[in-house]
């Protein structure tokens, strides 16, 4: 594949501006969760407060997923997004000022985070519906992986800059940029036309949430995955994010910290390249076995918490946890009707989410009861039977493109990986089925990406 066939999807004018949205919130947000993390750590000192301020961010948004999802399938995404923006942008504003003049307290920083998290409900459905609805199917793993380029290479001097910024002139600068990239986003985004939403008979509420809820059990692979990520990103949120920055203050320091993140995004950017020239015949699949590579960085981190060997270990993590971001999303936006999209993106995220602030509660006491090291050593074992349980199921294993990739002749299959699989996956609505296996479906998943690794 040739450059300009990996920038195709540029071609077109209304993915181009939301490229563009996307790239200037990033540059921005990728400061804020180190700022944020430091500027509590700041004020208390205090893993469990951390955990308190992260948890108050999770807990809204995940209350407020589905209302997210049907708002977003009932109403145009591209608004959706641009007052979500401007709601995060002032919430943003809001903390910059109040750490900059030092009148930040624990409580106030809690009920910013809140509202933050209400208003990523709505945008979490939207942003996964969108892409879409602006490029061709054929080129949604050259789209989704040119907004993973952009994210992973701005986020790798995000969180050193953050470190840099928290060790000289304080928090709350980085914060500020975060707010400016919100607003400067709603422009870029007020940029992007769609066509009209289809007219849909009307319902109410319930009635669309049980059409999306439909969708989401019907899918065996969707519901398998999300069950998977509920346990995944709660430990990610509690080993990693909340007793990862307590081991950093008493070892390598908050730059130690930000160099190691930025190590992911280094692997996140890396993989990306490849998967920008590389097609995926079995994206999902790939991603799951991607996943293995999270457990590096927490077994590091509790049995040898140094700098370089945390790096090494988060720049595998990164590439591995961009295959399934890139898989998953790819798989969702090709096997779910664009008119139930978002709702069944809520369902997902709803279940991913849903162990996130468990995770960051349960943490911070547990590492005072019993020490963070061997608390994260446990969880890295949990993580990695997880996903052997995720890739037990033949639904993952057998879901393949549903249209034949942009490029065949860079197709990449994974039989070497889990041979024998069979070719399963047609395009699911209402209450039709993708999935490979005939027992009931039950349980419950995330956004594409390992979804706290991304602020958004």
């Not at 540029?10 to 939301?18: C, H, K, P, V």
């Not at 999802?69 to 007052?83: E, K, L, Q, Y």
């Not at 080129?139 to 470190?163: D, E, K």
């Not at 039977?385 to 294993?397: D, K, P, Y």
Request: with cysteine; charged share 10%.
């Amino acid at each position: 594949m040739t450059a300009t066939g990996a920038l195709a999807p540029l071609r077109e004018a209304r993915f181009a501006w939301f490229y563009s949205a996307r790239v200037v919130s990033t540059a921005g947000s990728a400061m804020a969760p180190v700022a944020l993390a430091f500027a509590v750590l700041a004020i208390t000192d205090s893993a469990t407060a951390l955990g308190l301020v992260l948890a108050a961010r999770t807990v809204p948004m995940i209350l407020f997923l589905l209302v997210g999802g049907v708002v977003s399938d009932r109403f145009s995404r591209t608004a959706v997004i641009r007052v979500a923006n401007l709601l995060s942008g002032a919430t943003q504003a809001v903390a910059a000022l109040l750490v900059i003049t030092g009148a930040a307290n624990l409580w106030v920083l809690v009920a910013l985070e809140a509202v933050n998290g209400t208003v990523a409900a709505f945008t979490l459905p939207a942003l996964q519906s969108i892409v879409p609805q602006l490029v061709r199917r054929e080129q949604l793993q050259r789209a989704n992986a040119l907004l993973s380029f952009s994210r992973s290479g701005l986020t790798i001097i995000g969180p050193t800059v953050a470190a840099l910024l928290v060790a000289s002139v304080g928090a709350g600068w980085a914060l500020a940029a975060d707010a400016l990239s919100w607003l400067v986003a709603t422009v870029l985004i007020g940029r992007v036309t769609l066509p009209p939403m289809p007219r849909r008979s009307k319902t109410n509420t319930l009635h669309e949430l049980h059409d999306g809820w439909v969708v989401f059990t019907g899918n065996t692979w969707l519901w398998v995955v999300v069950a998977g990520f509920a346990v995944m990103n709660g430990i990610h949120a509690g080993a990693w994010v909340t007793l990862g920055p307590t081991i950093a203050v008493h070892t390598f320091g908050a730059q130690g910290w930000g160099l190691v993140l930025s190590a992911e995004s280094v692997g996140l950017l890396a993989m990306t390249v490849v998967m920008l020239r590389v097609q995926l015949r079995r994206p999902l699949l790939s991603g799951v076995v991607g996943m293995f590579c999270c457990v590096g960085p927490l077994t590091v981190l509790g049995t040898a918490p140094h700098v370089v060997p945390l790096m090494i270990a988060a720049f595998v993590a990164g590439a591995g946890t961009e295959v399934f971001s890139l898989g998953w999303n790819v798989t969702m936006q090709e096997n779910i009707d664009g008119s139930l999209l978002s709702r069944a993106s809520s369902y997902d995220a709803l279940g991913s989410f849903v162990a996130i602030p468990v995770g960051q509660l349960l943490f911070g006491p547990l590492g005072e009861a019993f020490g963070a090291r061997p608390v994260i050593i446990a969880s890295a074992a949990v993580y990695a039977l997880t996903v052997l349980l995720v890739l037990s199921s033949r639904s993952v294993r057998d879901m393949r493109r549903a249209v034949e990739p942009a490029n065949p002749q860079t197709v990449v299959d994974v039989d070497t990986v889990v041979p024998g699989a069979r070719r399963t996956g047609a395009r699911a609505t209402g209450g039709s089925s993708a999935r490979g296996e005939s027992e009931p479906p039950c349980g419950a998943r995330s956004r594409a990406g390992f979804a706290i690794r991304r602020r958004r």
